[in-house]
């Protein structure tokens, strides 16, 4: 590991020395060894992610994975990534012996997550997922049992894990600013367009809204409140039968308890547009952020009033830390790995058996 | 009737002529007879209707019903209102030979609701109660038939059915602004002080904070959706069961569905400060009152911009409302009657049953 870092930090881009306080006053490593890159999937999040590490110190795109060769012909061109680290699908095992490559970020249709992670688990890459990191827990718990097994880390792309005035929320909450927190409501949601794409196909997203926009509510309800909820009710709603199919949910609202005996209200639509807000309230203060999961700046404020933070593109922040994470064995403030993303997929679970049952349903993540 | 209207004019506060276009473009009428109300139960709120009809150029206080004498005393002097037409709880069925009294408004803990309100119709004079009506359906019904059977009418003191920017977005929603309308999300709560007060006290409110405020967000999501629910779920959490007591609900959340398909999260809580935030979504647009029912000034917006009305004291135009209701017939946007009052007990029962029974709970209103 040596060797590959000291090699890693002669590619790496002039380094910015200054920690960027304006992450929430948590300075993003900027120094350190450069965490290189296989994109698998090369679709429009993949494009987000390779242009926001055109900003990372510390993560480089050196690989690429796709079906298409002409994608590879011009993502190739577009990133610098030379002939010899581009795969298809069928050559991409032969990864394990291309030094150029730390991690693979997966980031294919959500039915294609496991299988995926468990070839790059084989080929001894450490695996970056997109989330909902699987299907469901089952699958999800292979998945974080392979990357063991396999000696590499498995981490879950939850770009707001990092972002500085969720951070800072975090932070407050834990100082005790909102005294006994309360109250989280979260709402996710857009209205989804082209009926044909895969997220609204049920073989290959595993359901509809929940496993797409609805999970940015569960994520949020769990690192607002600090807790993992230990019950869930919901209930699902459809308008449109022809556009949403059996198994593709159009609507949910879901509810939470918490250990403490908080609770949250969330709700997850494919048809209403841009709802995106956050609400923790308690005994001594509130927090809101809206839009508080877009891509764009997070706007937030405070019983204390507004946050102030730079942006900074989410995938910039997340690839840095990530790198961090990987090669410098930092711990984040939010867990990011293949554990947390588990829970969300029981979660999930959970949330779609209430919805079918009608019936509150108790949490056991083991 | 004619010849009190004829006597109740000449009373009258000099008329202001010219509609009051501030109120939605919705004309409150300000020209017409004078309702004469005797306010029964002198505590806080009554103070704040009496004093709000100062500015009611319908509606007067000419009578007073207390247990406490010197309560009676001092308001009498206050209001103007003659010894005469001042009672006792022992006393008051004599209203029934008082010209100069039309209707009653109640605004007693809400288990003396349906013993006053029978007592008012048996004396033949209209009632308006405060909310909720009553305990539970039952007693509602039982309100609801004994007003029809002595002639007399029964409304529910709901000003929010009144308020000019809660009537804007109503219009704007029948107009087919929003769209179709899919999703409402109701904040109602507020950190309750003094335990031992009667609000908290089972018996005398019939259960806890959805008795009292979340019953704002039961009415808010029927007004704004424009629908009555068909099916509801609810959770209950308690974090302070020695305040919270036995059957005194401190935090409830409930879910609606409607027959449309849209649905409703909405939280009850006395744990929280100022919660009090109405969100409407539709496929075209939005509305979001906050506060949106508290006593001072409506703040909203919708997709199309800020709402801008002038703010009145909503008991204002609510009596005003009354007085045109009761005196001429007048049929308001959305309605105020015992039966509107009976919908809210209704989804009450089914509410506490909900969250009871962890069970969905379909609503049927006969």
């Not at 993992?228 to 593709?248: H, I, L, M, N, S």
């Not at 509810?255 to 709802?275: D, H, I, K, V």
Request: one cysteine or more.
């Amino acid at each position: 590991m040596t060797s590959r870092r000291g090699f890693l930090q002669t590619l790496s881009a002039p380094l910015v020395t200054m920690p960027l306080l304006s992450r929430a006053g948590w300075a993003t490593p900027t120094e350190g060894p450069v965490l290189r890159v296989a994109l698998l999937g090369l679709g429009s999040y993949a494009n987000r992610v390779a242009e926001a590490m055109k900003g990372s110190s510390r993560a480089r795109v050196t690989g690429l994975v796709s079906g298409t060769p002409q994608k590879l012909k011009d993502w190739s061109a577009r990133f610098q990534v030379p002939e010899k680290n581009c795969y298809s699908y069928e050559q991409y095992d032969a990864i394990r012996d291309n030094p150029d490559i730390d991690a693979v970020y997966i980031i294919t249709p959500n039915a294609l997550h496991l299988p995926h992670a468990l070839r790059v688990a084989r080929a001894g890459k450490h695996v970056i997922c997109e989330k909902p990191m699987a299907l469901n827990a089952k699958e999800g718990r292979m998945m974080v049992e392979a990357c063991e097994k396999a000696g590499v880390k498995l981490l879950v792309g939850y770009r707001m894990h990092f972002e500085a005035k969720t951070l800072e929320i975090i932070r407050m909450r834990k100082a005790g600013d909102f005294g006994k927190v309360l109250y989280f409501n979260g709402l996710s949601g857009f209205r989804i367009g082209n009926p044909s794409q895969w997220r609204l196909n049920r073989e290959l997203a595993g359901g509809g809204s929940m496993m797409d926009i609805g999970i940015y509510s569960v994520n949020g309800a769990r690192y607002m409140v600090g807790e993992d909820p230990v019950w869930v009710t919901a209930q699902e709603t459809k308008t449109d039968p022809v556009k949403f199919k059996e198994g593709v949910d159009e609507t949910i609202t879901f509810q939470f308890g918490f250990p403490s005996g908080a609770s949250a209200s969330c709700l997850s639509t494919y048809s209403l547009n841009n709802l995106d807000r956050f609400f923790l309230d308690g005994t001594n203060g509130f927090a809101e952020l809206q839009p508080s999961t877009g891509y764009g700046p997070i706007m937030g404020r405070t019983h204390k009033g507004p946050l102030e933070f730079t942006h900074i593109t989410h995938q910039t922040v997340q690839m840095d830390e990530m790198a961090a994470i990987l090669l410098d064995g930092k711990t984040p403030v939010v867990p990011v790995d293949g554990r947390e993303g588990l829970k969300d997929l029981v979660i999930i679970d959970a949330i779609y058996k209430a919805a079918r049952t009608g019936r509150r349903v108790e949490i056991a993540y083991d």
